[in-house]
């Protein structure tokens, strides 16, 4: 004879509660860890974004003194855009260093940066003459006007041929110097296209995380739905146990 009762089913009852309780904290523990991902994910991008909008802007100062040395018209402008170019240099360096620890690869961009350093520093070198050709112009006429090398009439000459050779080296220099800035334009355009590529690459990773957590989202309702059912056989269960 059976010793099974009819009382027995609440055994099975209890059985099936753990189970569902046991994948109710899995659904809820897979859910608190989707999201740590995400937000993770989510930190990572906005740290490459950050770098990449630093690389574009540190690519272009370091363009910028370069393109400036055409409008120099004394030894102090030529300095300054010197001193510009050697500050651009120092940030370029220091941000092309922290790629990899934004999980960037910034070798390509580190490849341009370098051919375009090279640039500007032969730029600033057929600049040099011409530039400082105007302090020592300027400390000509000084000296001229204390009276230290020459009378007031041999300043009075000498000016309308300084004048010229200025003119002349200028044009000249700039007509060398131009082909040097354009190799130079064109780096920093490659430059730029490869900071837009991994920004696109950046932004495309952004959308696929989204659309990775709406699926996530979509999987973690289903498996809920699953849930909320056992929840309810238990409901009918212990309904059905309370009047037997």
């Known amino acids: 004879m059976s010793r099974f009762r009819w009382y027995h089913y609440y055994f099975f009852l209890a059985l099936f509660d753990v189970v569902v309780i046991v994948l109710s904290l899995q659904l809820h523990q897979q859910a608190v860890d989707r999201v740590k991902d995400l937000l993770d994910a989510e930190r990572q991008l906005d740290n ?5 909008q630093k690389a574009q802007t540190f690519v272009m100062k370091l363009n910028a003194p370069g393109n400036n040395l055409f409008g120099v018209k004394t030894g102090d402008d030529y300095m300054t855009q010197k001193r510009l170019f050697e500050r651009a240099k120092q940030n370029m360096s220091a941000t092309l260093a922290e790629a990899p620890h934004v999980g960037l690869d910034g070798s390509r961009i580190a490849a341009h940066v370098a051919e375009m350093e090279s640039k500007a520093t032969e730029l600033f070198a057929r600049f040099r003459p011409f530039a400082m050709s105007d302090i020592a112009s300027d400390a000509t006429t000084k000296n001229h006007l204390w009276g230290r090398q020459s009378t007031a009439s041999s300043l009075l000459r000498s000016q309308p041929l300084g004048v010229i050779g200025e003119v002349y080296s200028g044009l000249r220099t700039a007509m060398t110097a131009g082909p040097v800035m354009r190799d130079m334009d064109n780096l920093q355009h490659e430059a730029l296209r490869e900071i837009a590529w991994l920004s696109a690459t950046n932004a495309q990773r952004r959308i696929d995380l989204i659309q990775q957590h709406e699926a996530d989202i979509e999987k973690q309702f289903v498996s809920q ?16 146990f309370g009047r037997r």
């Open 48 to 52: 490459e974004s950050t770098w990449l």
């Open 225 to 240: 739905s699953f849930v909320i059912a056992g929840v309810l056989l238990i409901l009918v269960g212990v309904h059905l």
